[in-house]
């Protein structure tokens, strides 16, 4: 459960299927909270914004990357996955990642100052159909700490209810570049 659209592309893309939408980090935690994932299995995404949110606060943190922290709820069988480092966080998530693998913004025609990448990345139908967007996202893939990320919800999806919490804080802080 994204939270916004250049998320919900990025991880469509990881999954190679459709996600479900927020539009804001308050409604992804208000939809684990008290709407139809209450008690039921939930992976949210959000940036990590400075700003706290009282229902994430519930969460202890299970493993960090760079710019990754993953969160796992006390009781429920509930996740969040915190991007980036400071306020513009997806968007230099994919920045970092994108250099990480040796390429820039501009080999995918993309801008590379963040405001106007986050300009662009604001509207719905310029990011799930933009081609440059969508050739990123698949791109992104190369980079260790994207391929962490789409292992761990790969993981979390197949295992829901099941999920080894071990095994899972093996594979967020385990060797990224197995790929």
Do not use: W
Not at 14 to 22: E, F, Q, R, S, Y
Not at 81 to 87: A, Q, S, T, Y
């Amino acid at each position: 459960m994204p939270e916004c659209f250049i998320d919900t592309t990025l991880v469509s893309s990881l999954l190679d299927a459709k996600v479900n939408h927020k539009y804001s980090c308050n409604e992804v935690a208000k939809e684990m909270e008290k709407g139809k994932y209450k008690d039921a299995f939930a992976v949210g995404i959000i940036d990590n914004d400075k700003r706290k949110i009282s229902y994430i606060e519930s969460f202890e943190e299970i493993g960090k990357t760079e710019n990754l922290t993953f969160l796992k709820h006390k009781d429920k069988h509930q996740y969040v996955i915190k991007v980036g480092k400071e306020h513009k966080a997806m968007e230099t998530f994919i920045k970092d990642n994108v250099e990480s693998i040796g390429m820039k913004m501009e080999d995918f025609e993309l801008p590379t100052d963040l405001d106007k990448l986050i300009e662009l990345t604001k509207d719905n139908i310029s990011t799930q159909k933009d081609p440059r967007i969508l050739k990123l996202c698949k791109t992104l893939r190369r980079s260790p700490e994207v391929a962490k990320l789409q292992d761990v919800l790969t993981f979390l999806a197949a295992n829901k209810y099941n999920v080894d919490l071990e095994e899972l804080k093996k594979k967020i802080v385990g060797d990224s570049d197995k790929r």
